[in-house]
């Protein structure tokens, strides 16, 4: 479904990415993971067209994405929740729900029909769509962000950092809903500071550091691997992410 390969990706004339390649397979949770400034943030901004790879390439089912703007990205099917959440607090939850099926054009209808699937995986904002946005706890406004990227019906959803900010309780029920969209066939690429809770929901991993890919196994392997577990699984610690 999506292939990176050799991608360069630059802040002025700093690399971010230096050379980096992965790829992501229909109906797979992949997760990105690595320390604070390995650019983990970055590959999903590129792959969105946020930030454009300086070289490389990015495909996206069989047709080449690299330097498209971020609006035609979204049309071909991918949608990135965006770290930090970026609701527009002062509408309502209903409204911001609303702004992700913006780009489709739906009529009345359509739009009723992709709130109430919505709605579905995420059952709690049904009892909070006349809400404002900006009173609603955080792990609520964190479900209004991915409800809102799924009301584009992305084929491939960019999750950046879901549960930061969020209790214990709060973060498990988040990355629930992650693993329930696998459940209907979703599509994610998921950047997450809680490295052993992301990998416990992903199919593969991919682990980041200084802007290079330096390891890619199953979840699971990553899970029992001995340096993925001493520098990011150790007992009772929490990646710190960019």
């Known amino acids: 479904m999506l292939t990176l390969t050799s991608v360069v990706t630059c802040y002025g004339e700093a690399q971010a990415l230096k050379g980096v390649s992965l790829h992501a397979r229909p109906g797979e949770i992949v997760a990105l993971i690595g320390a604070n400034g390995a650019g983990k943030t970055t590959v999903l901004n590129t792959i969105s067209g946020v930030t454009p790879a300086r070289r490389g390439k990015v495909i996206f089912e069989e047709r080449e994405i690299t330097r498209l703007a971020p609006e035609q990205v979204v049309r071909l099917g991918i949608t990135q929740v965006p770290e930090g959440r970026q609701l527009f607090a002062s509408m309502t939850v209903e409204e911001n729900l609303r702004l992700g099926a913006y780009p489709r054009r739906l009529t009345r209808s359509q739009l009723r029909g992709e709130m109430e699937e919505v709605l579905e995986i995420l059952p709690v904002l049904a009892v909070?769509?006349?809400?404002?946005?900006?009173?609603?706890?955080?792990?609520?406004?964190?479900?209004?962000?991915?409800?809102?990227?799924?009301?584009?019906?992305?084929?491939?959803?960019?999750?950046?950092?879901?549960?930061?900010?969020?209790?214990?309780?709060?973060?498990?029920?988040?990355?629930?809903?992650?693993?329930?969209?696998?459940?209907?066939g979703g599509n994610v690429l998921l950047v997450e500071q809680n490295a052993r809770a992301a990998l416990a929901i992903a199919d593969r991993g991919y682990v980041l550091e200084m802007g290079k890919i330096v390891l890619e196994a199953t979840a699971k392997d990553l899970l029992e691997n001995r340096e993925v577990q001493r520098a990011y699984l150790g007992k009772g610690r929490r990646m710190v992410e960019d």
Not at 142 to 171: C, H
């Open 128 to 184: 909070r769509l006349g809400r404002i946005a900006g009173s609603l706890s955080g792990g609520e406004q964190q479900m209004v962000a991915i409800g809102r990227g799924l009301m584009a019906r992305p084929k491939l959803l960019l999750l950046d950092e879901p549960t930061m900010g969020l209790a214990p309780m709060l973060a498990r029920e988040v990355l629930a809903v992650v693993g329930r969209l696998r459940e209907r």
